[in-house]
């Protein structure tokens, strides 16, 4: 059986592409958590090399669902990681868009313990996965997000926190990953419920870090560019 010390020999991940993944260190966070709250049935939305899928399988031992629709622009190579890690007999790849696949497994009534959501980083995307989680996640499950240093998760994160109180936060040390637990069956809100959640926190960060990265649009990008027209 595969450890979480002979993990990261096994998982091939490209060179060039070492930022797609969830970080070791998050990764690791994430095994330890569900060992430390005994969680079993886990869904993830967003594959990408299989890092977090790994992990997941490997601190439950038991069978993970993931749903990504690009699999093949990246090889398939995070079935090929489950697959060599010896995980792949409990492991179900869901081949869609997680707008299309989220609400068929609602109506199979399917329930999980812990969700994880790193698809589509888009706003209305995120807001969308969350949507459909909340109603996958059993009551005392967790919903747990990567990637806060958006403006759209942390906006997605920030509108839960005001709005949805069938919900509450978690905090965790690392500053990437955003944990909710849900803690009443249905939501509480009338059709007329709205309150504001618009938040400058992270606003900075995210201009920074977006100038600085690797974008057309960016700082340098556009240098790039100018080399490399
Ligand atoms: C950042 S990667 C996920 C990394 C993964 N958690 C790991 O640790 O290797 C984001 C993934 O979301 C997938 N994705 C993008 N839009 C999606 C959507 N609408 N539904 C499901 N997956 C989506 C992409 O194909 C990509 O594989």
Not at 6 to 22: A, G, N, R
Not at 145 to 167: G, P
């Amino acid at each position: 059986m595969t450890t979480i010390d002979q993990i990261e020999s096994i998982l091939q991940i490209p060179e060039t592409d070492k930022k797609t993944p969830v970080r070791v260190e998050e990764a690791r966070f994430i095994y330890q958590f569900i060992q430390e709250k005994k969680i079993s049935k886990t869904l993830e939305v967003g594959l990408g090399y299989g890092r977090s899928a790994a992990y997941i399988m490997l601190a439950t031992q038991q069978p993970h669902t993931a749903i990504d629709p690009f699999q093949k622009n990246y090889g398939y190579q995070a079935v090929k990681n489950i697959q060599a890690a010896g995980l792949g007999a409990a492991f179900t790849h869901i081949e869609d868009f997680s707008h299309f696949a989220l609400p068929e497994l609602c109506h199979k009534n399917e329930q999980y313990d812990f969700i994880f959501i790193d698809g589509d980083h888009k706003f209305d995307g995120i807001l969308i996965d969350f949507y459909f989680a909340a109603m996958l996640v059993k009551k005392g499950g967790y919903i747990l997000f990567h990637d806060t240093w958006m403006r759209s998760t942390r906006l997605v994160n920030q509108f839960v926190e005001k709005n949805r109180h069938d919900f509450k936060t978690h905090p965790v040390a690392l500053s990437n990953l955003h944990l909710i637990q849900k803690i009443q069956d249905a939501d509480p809100r009338d059709g007329m419920y709205f309150q504001e959640f618009y938040t400058t926190k992270s606003w900075f960060k995210y201009r920074l870090i977006t100038y600085l990265n690797d974008h057309p649009n960016s700082l340098l990008g556009k240098v790039k560019k100018l080399i490399r027209p």
